[in-house]
């Protein structure tokens, strides 16, 4: 079935770097753009990121720009974020998200990964 | 930025009754509106889209309405299925979600 899956969430101390993965199946991973959104906890969703179908494509929420980096790897169906130079405040689940343009909107959505930045 | 602002941030409610849940954007978004739902510790789950489309499988008691920078979700008779939190999120640029509307049994 359509299924996202991210991996790679742990505790991680300020300043240091994490890379999160997301597996697709049970879909053509490489026709569409794919977001990630995180979740501090107990608040709300937080567009983080976007990557387009081929990856040619960046685009960054301005708390993450020039840190957060997206790369996607069509050949294996998986897209990732490594985040560099991480704060307490990124501490939060990572969700991917496929994107729906046609719908304008997200259709699936991964389990989540949980980020914990503290020393 | 566009910035989206929902209210109420709590509601609470009986199983059976009508409730709408407003979601303002700062500027116009035309009908580039989606409404998702979530509950405790599960991904956001796709309702509405396009503002006023029903994503496939979702039941027809919920329903989406407006453009520019006005919209609502009613829900018409409350399931217990249904009490979750809800978020709007525009389309137009940089996806901004609102703030959450936490739906509550009373």
């Known amino acids: 079935q359509v299924q996202l899956v991210e991996s790679g969430g742990g505790v991680v101390q300020p300043g240091r770097s994490l890379r999160l993965s997301c597996a697709a199946s049970?879909?053509?991973?490489?026709?569409?753009?794919m977001h990630w959104v995180r979740q501090a906890p107990g608040k709300g969703l937080e567009w983080v990121a976007v990557?387009?179908?081929?990856?040619?494509?960046?685009k960054f929420a301005d708390f993450v720009k020039g840190r957060f980096i997206l790369s996607r790897d069509n050949s294996k169906n998986k897209v990732y974020v490594q985040m560099n130079s991480l704060r307490g405040e990124d501490t939060a689940v990572y969700y991917c998200?496929?994107?729906?343009?046609?719908?304008?909107?997200?259709?699936?959505w991964g389990q989540g990964t949980m980020v914990t930045v503290s020393s | 930025d566009i910035q989206m602002t929902q209210s109420p941030s709590t509601l609470s409610a009986f199983v059976g009754d009508r409730v709408t849940i407003t979601c303002r954007a700062s500027?116009?978004?035309?009908?580039?509106l989606a409404w998702y739902q979530q509950k405790p510790g599960k991904a956001p789950k796709l309702l509405i889209y396009?503002?006023?489309s029903l994503e496939t499988g979702v039941p027809s008691r919920f329903s989406g309405s407006g453009s520019g920078t006005e919209f609502t979700l009613t829900i018409s008779s409350l399931q217990p299925d249904d009490f979750a939190t809800y978020y709007c999120?525009?389309?137009?640029?940089?996806?901004?979600f609102g703030q959450g509307t936490k739906l509550e049994i009373k």
């Open positions: 998200a496929r994107d729906r343009m046609d719908l304008a909107a997200f259709d699936i």
């Open positions: 049970g879909f053509t991973f490489s026709s569409y753009a």
């Open positions: 990557i387009s179908y081929d990856g040619n494509y960046k």
């Open positions: 500027q116009s978004i035309s009908s580039w």
């Open positions: 396009k503002a006023s």
């Open positions: 999120q525009q389309y137009n640029s940089y996806n901004t």
